[in-house]
């Protein structure tokens, strides 16, 4: 997968994805990131982006002339183009499952008040929202989608199935809790039905505990179902 980032920060982006399994990835092959500057794009002696927006109000707004520019110095047949805005459809693993599809996505991220409207209307396919809350900027949006789109690229997950069996995926659920070693710990059992190797019981414990930690955090997951 290609993934192209455009921002106004590229170095916002070193860290994340240096480590961890999108930094393997990387060295892998298995994807390609490329960090785009819109500021590069600008006709401004002085590399100036924004401008104020028309009928007034607060803040600045991204000119359509460097943003317009810095996508099509990327975009090609096949290319996505994502804006990650507050006022897109939110994120999920639906929506990651589609994007990791693509060969080629080109992530624009937001910064100042937005975007020029032209802009989203003549480049952008749709735009994802992380969710209901405003970031100072469009970068950590743009972290989030890659990581999670990431894990459901072949293999970028060392455990193939390990995606599948994560929270929301085979039911919409919440994940089972996870225990490990030591069996006690500071007065807290490991549940013995983990320990007793039936594996027929211990899905059937999984799964009930999986719902009734969805049924009481996010009950409207399970809405008009029989909690």
Known sequence: ??????????????????????????ESGLVQINLIDIRDF???????????P????????????????AIRSVKKEGSHVVY????GKKLDAAKCKELAKHEHLILLCGHYEGIDERVIEKEVDEEISIGDYVLTNGCAAAIV???????????????????????????GLFD?????????????????????GDHQKIEKWRKAQAREKTVRVRPELVKGESL
Do not use: W
């Open 1 to 26: 997968m290609l993934i192209d980032i455009l921002s106004l920060f590229p170095a916002y982006f070193k860290g994340p994805f240096d480590v961890s399994i999108i930094g393997r990835a990387i």
């Open 42 to 52: 600008s006709q401004n002696r002085h590399k100036k982006v924004d401008d104020r």
């Open 54 to 69: 028309f009928g007034g109000g607060p803040g600045m707004v991204m000119a359509p002339e460097p943003v317009a520019s």
């Open 84 to 87: 990650l805005s507050p006022q």
């Open 145 to 171: 989608l890659v990581d999670a789109t990431l894990r459901f690229v072949e293999g970028v997950i060392g455990h193939p199935e390990a995606a599948m069996k994560d929270s929301f995926e085979e039911t």
């Open 176 to 196: 089972a809790p996870h225990f490990t070693r030591p069996v006690m710990f500071e007065g807290m059992e490991v549940p013995e039905v983990l320990r007793q």
